[in-house]
């Protein structure tokens, strides 16, 4: 089966629906990803929302079903906001006994993560079109998950966006509540107001200690957002929370 790119609706923020943690954007894609759509979407690819893309495999409860999904049952890690997903395909090529769950709303980065794991020939990703706590909240169990990336979310710098950033404590408690006991939450940012945030989040959570910023793990390779950060002359931190209780 292959799919037309227009089936691929832009997820826009609309008045009846929640706040959402991204920035609405229109999508161009080169010749390479529209390919990559049109062919390996099918294999890889499920849309958090209900349209034509096609919802993930589920259980009769509801719950992802990550054995349909992956073909096996292994530790799964879920990244939020994966943008191009290079960072994605390199943890995952360095990690073959996880699986990993790469959840994104903009298109042209969902497209690009495929042509990734084709050129690859990684078979442990599985890439998801659209808000990620939609799919948390609705299909993702409690206790399950080995580990949360959220590297360089949107920083929606402006006071009267602050609302707008994914780790505020109601995200952070769901995506705790996911987590199984012993399971990590990894956040990392290059903007100090953001990065004191997530630290206080993450620490004022009572089922997540944390060791307070640590430096950048040598399994996370310096992301896209992460090199125009430095480019900048931002200060990156990583914060890394495991789940206790
Ligand atoms: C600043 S970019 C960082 C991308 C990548 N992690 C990196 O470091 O290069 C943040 C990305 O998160 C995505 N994003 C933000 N909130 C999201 C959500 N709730 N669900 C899925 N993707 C989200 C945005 O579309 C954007 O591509």
Redesign the pocket.
């Known amino acids: 089966m292959s799919l037309p790119s227009d089936a691929f609706r832009h997820v826009a923020s609309r008045p009846h629906e929640p706040l959402?943690?991204?920035?609405p954007?229109r999508a161009t894609l080169g010749r390479d990803r529209e390919h990559a759509l049109a062919h390996l979407w099918p294999r890889f690819g499920f849309s958090?929302h209900d349209d034509e893309l096609g919802p993930p495999p589920v259980t009769a409860t509801g719950a992802l079903d990550t054995v349909a999904l992956y073909g096996r049952d292994a530790p799964l890690v879920l990244?939020?906001?994966?943008?191009?997903g290079?960072?994605t395909a390199a943890m995952a090529a360095a990690d073959p006994d996880r699986d990993y769950l790469a959840?994104?709303?903009?298109l042209p980065?969902v497209a690009n993560l495929l042509v990734l794991l084709d050129r690859d020939g990684l078979t442990n990703v599985r890439v998801a079109h659209?808000?990620?706590?939609?799919?948390v909240r609705r299909a993702v169990p409690p206790d399950t998950l080995d580990a949360v990336h959220?590297?360089?979310?949107?920083?929606w710098p402006k006071a009267r966006h602050h609302k707008r950033r994914?780790v505020q404590p109601a995200h952070v408690a769901l995506l705790r509540s996911r987590l199984r006991v012993g399971g990590t939450l990894h956040c990392?940012t290059d903007w100090a107001d953001y990065a004191e945030q997530m630290l206080d989040v993450l620490t004022a959570d009572p089922a997540l200690v944390t060791d307070g910023f640590v430096p950048r793990p040598a399994h996370r390779p310096v992301?896209?957002?992460?090199?125009?950060g430095l480019h900048l002359g931002h200060e990156v931190r990583d914060v890394v929370a495991r789940r206790v209780r």
């Open positions: 959402r943690t991204f920035h954007r958090v990244e939020i906001g994966s943008g191009m290079e960072t959840v994104e709303a903009h980065g659209g808000d990620a706590l939609d799919l959220v590297f360089f979310p949107d920083p994914l990392a992301t896209k957002f992460e090199q125009r």
